[in-house]
């Protein structure tokens, strides 16, 4: 029995919710038929699904036509209980290609997770007892054979419950919800519950199911319950919040910030016409629109595409084949692949003619040598690099680079920066078999809990709660009970879990009026001069970052609740938000300057709060255009603001005029005539009889058919009665 599935939970298996048609239990619920989804957009697909009370899951997949559904299950046309699940799989545009890794032997739980945030999984459960329940058995395409970024991976898995593809459906009536939904998921069927009042039963208590207990259902099949009582309170709606400017930034960054707010990313790409590549030239909704944390953000990352007359070539040094001659397809070139068994990892380039930076005329060739890999009987070696002071994502990039396949993974670091890496598996230097899974290391973080106000055991409780080693300070002996007075680190900032924070704390009577402390004025100061100030006077804070991310900048705060001066008890948490400036010692964005002119350039950086080293190279060309051919450091990189960027430039010489071809009049009314110059940008001037324009023929044109002239001359013609 093979399912797609779409999401994998870190139970043993997450079985497909079967098509079944709503049985007596619900004899008076409607069912509902499927509609055909096939051949739409995933949006029309999921607002048709939505129409009818259906519950969409869009699955991504390589290789169908991109933006229209492929397929769908259950099939149109099947009838099924309101609330069911249809899997809809739809093709995207992106083509990136993997290496398959090595699944076979572990387990579904394990390994389903890392593999659903690249592949579709296609998972055929097998019947057999010879071994773990979940451990997969075959899968296709083989380990290292080539697979397309969210390609179909097809997967057969070890299960001992199916009993040759059914389940025993367990007797669940007299339970409560909660041990009958349990009792279901074990046994890999799905629960699907209405609630109704039952005199005969108490509340919470399972009044019928459907199937009865000892019917067999396939795996993944569902079973109805009628529980006693009235549904459970929905949640309380999350509140809207503004939704971040993600414009511009670089598609990884835009990721990480979109994700870390609470929001799912989802991307498209288009060629960006002049828009930095690889950064985000759109987003749906826009900056500001009101957005419920956990929303999705549509984001549009702009492709390099072909510019007017000439390209400057990227360094396509490290990238995949397929990768490469993508990017000098978007660029309008041409290319010539050569394969070389050299040292360097299987199927990635190793060098290219022109070299990078090169302007070239659209069509003009590029000459890309690809390796085929070195080492015994042919099969490539890959040298392990170091990763460690690494940030996660530099690693990853670095393991793609080398022809590895990354693995992060989080565990117990106390005291170390977050997002950096502090440990590798293998070693640097080891070598490797091409497309091996090399693993990384990064602290797990915890947030600390605000401790200003509480207790000495009560803040204890808090931070080993949190997962942290608590450091009290403060006097052995006193009257009263004891109060935390400031906290080493800030409340609500990630740390390493199991890191040593400090609180100190104090003896303090009871009785009297509460005491009362005034809020600082914060804005305009630093972050770390707010916190500074708030700790002070034994308040704590809550930081919300708003604006771009930007490595190593200077911070300004530009809100505060509660307003400076305001008076509120000890351990109040003062929201502080803040963004992040350029200035003095702070960074910028190198700009994008192929292309340009030379005072283009130099607008375009002091805009970036840079100066330009412009340097020439060829010889002079009077009265020629200064065009810039290559900068250092490259677009997109972060500098300290005000260095000096190189700036590499030619001269050229204009372009020739603009001329126009002179059309064919002759034998053309005059309405026609006039209609056709209009058109070319050109004037007419008509000598001859007068009347009806679409009555009065050319019989002579000066200038004459096909000369070249100015735009906006005149053309002058004689014009006679039609006969």
């Given at each position: 029995m093979r399912r797609l599935l779409p999401l994998l939970v870190l139970t043993l298996l997450a079985?497909?919710?079967?098509?079944?048609?709503?049985?007596?239990?619900w004899a008076d619920a409607e069912p509902i038929a499927v509609p055909d989804v096939v051949g739409r957009t995933p949006e029309e697909a999921r607002q048709a699904l939505e129409a009818v009370g259906l519950t969409p899951l869009l699955v991504a997949v390589a290789g169908p036509p991109a933006g229209r559904v492929e397929r769908q299950e259950p099939l149109a046309g099947a009838r099924v209980a309101a609330g069911v699940q249809v899997v809809v799989r739809y093709g995207i545009a992106l083509r990136l290609e993997t290496r398959a890794p090595e699944v076979r032997g572990r387990l579904l739980s394990d390994v389903g997770p890392d593999l659903e945030g690249a592949y579709t999984l296609e998972v055929e459960l097998v019947s057999a007892a010879d071994g773990p329940d979940g451990q997969i058995l075959e899968q296709s395409p083989a380990a290292g054979a080539t697979l397309w970024y969210r390609g179909v991976l097809e997967l057969k898995?070890?299960?001992?419950?199916c009993h040759a593809g059914t389940v025993v459906v367990p007797a669940l009536v007299g339970r409560t919800e909660a041990d009958a939904r349990e009792l279901l998921t074990s046994a890999g069927l799905q629960p699907i519950v209405d609630y109704r009042p039952e005199p005969s039963q108490p509340a919470g208590l399972v009044a019928a199911q459907d199937p009865r207990s000892g019917a067999e259902l396939l795996y993944g099949g569902t079973v109805y319950l009628r529980v006693s009582g009235t549904p459970p309170p929905a949640p309380p709606e999350a509140l809207a919040v503004p939704a971040p400017r993600l414009l511009g930034l670089d598609m990884n960054v835009a990721l990480s910030s979109a994700q870390a707010q609470g929001f799912v990313p989802q991307l498209s790409f288009q060629v960006g016409g002049g828009v930095t590549p690889w950064t985000v030239m759109l987003q749906e909704p826009v900056e500001g629109a009101p957005l419920v944390p956990g929303s999705r953000i549509s984001l549009v990352v702009a492709l390099p595409g072909p510019t007017p007359g000439h390209v400057a070539l990227p360094s396509l040094f490290g990238r995949a084949q397929n990768d490469a001659l993508q990017i000098l397809s978007a660029l309008g070139l041409s290319w010539k692949v050569e394969h070389r068994q050299v040292g360097f990892p299987a199927g990635l380039v190793f060098s290219q003619q022109p070299a990078p930076g090169a302007m070239l005329a659209r069509g003009a060739l590029v000459t890309l040598s690809i390796s085929r890999g070195a080492g015994p009987q042919g099969v490539p070696t890959v040298q392990m690099p170091a990763l460690v002071g690494l940030s996660a994502l530099q690693a990853f990039h670095k393991l793609v680079l080398a022809g590895l396949t990354p693995k992060g993974l989080q565990h117990l670091a106390p005291q170390h920066p977050l997002n950096v890496v502090d440990?590798?598996?293998?070693?640097?230097?080891?070598?490797l078999p091409a497309g091996s899974e090399a693993r990384y290391f990064v602290p797990t973080a915890a947030l600390v809990p605000a401790l200003l106000g509480h207790t000495?055991?009560?803040?204890?409780?808090?931070?080993?709660?949190?997962?942290?080693?608590?450091?009290?300070?403060?006097?052995?002996f006193g009257m009263g009970t004891t109060v935390v007075v400031a906290q080493g680190a800030p409340a609500n900032v990630a740390l390493a879990r199991g890191s040593s924070v400090a609180f100190v704390f104090k003896f303090q009577q009871g009785g009297g009026?509460?005491?009362?402390?005034?809020?600082?004025?914060?804005?305009?100061v630093t972050k770390q001069?707010?916190?500074?100030?708030?700790q002070q006077k034994g308040l704590g804070v809550d930081l919300d970052h708003q604006g771009p991310l930007v490595p190593g900048p200077g911070t300004k705060v530009v809100a505060q609740v509660p307003p400076g001066g305001a008076l509120v008890p000890p351990g109040t948490v003062v929201k502080v938000t803040y963004v992040e400036v350029a200035g003095p010692g702070g960074m910028?964005?190198?700009?994008?300057?192929?292309?340009?002119?030379?005072?283009?350039?130099?607008q375009a950086l002091a805009a970036a709060n840079l100066g330009i080293d412009p340097q020439q190279q060829g010889p002079n060309v009077p009265g020629g255009i200064k065009k810039v051919i290559g900068q250092q450091p490259a677009a997109g990189a972060f500098v300290a603001a005000g260095s000096l960027v190189k700036v590499i430039y030619v001269e050229q010489l204009p372009p020739p005029p603009q001329q126009v071809t002179v059309p064919t009049l002759t034998g053309k009314t005059k309405a026609q005539a006039q209609a056709m110059l209009t058109a070319l940008g050109l004037t007419s001037n008509f000598n001859g009889a007068g009347g009806n324009p679409t009555k009065l023929l050319v019989i002579l044109q000066a200038p004459g058919a096909g000369a070249q002239v100015a735009p906006g001359s005149q053309v002058t013609m004689v014009v006679v009665p039609k006969p």
């Open positions: 079985g497909f919710v079967a098509a079944w048609t709503a049985p007596a239990l898995v070890r299960c001992l419950h440990a590798q598996s293998p070693a640097p230097g080891a070598f000495r055991s009560q803040a204890i409780d808090l931070l080993q709660a949190a997962g942290f080693n608590a450091v009290p300070q403060g006097p052995a009026m509460p005491v009362k402390v005034q809020v600082p004025h914060l804005l305009g001069e707010a916190v500074a100030a708030l910028t964005q190198v700009p994008a300057l192929g292309g340009k002119t030379l005072l283009q350039a130099q």
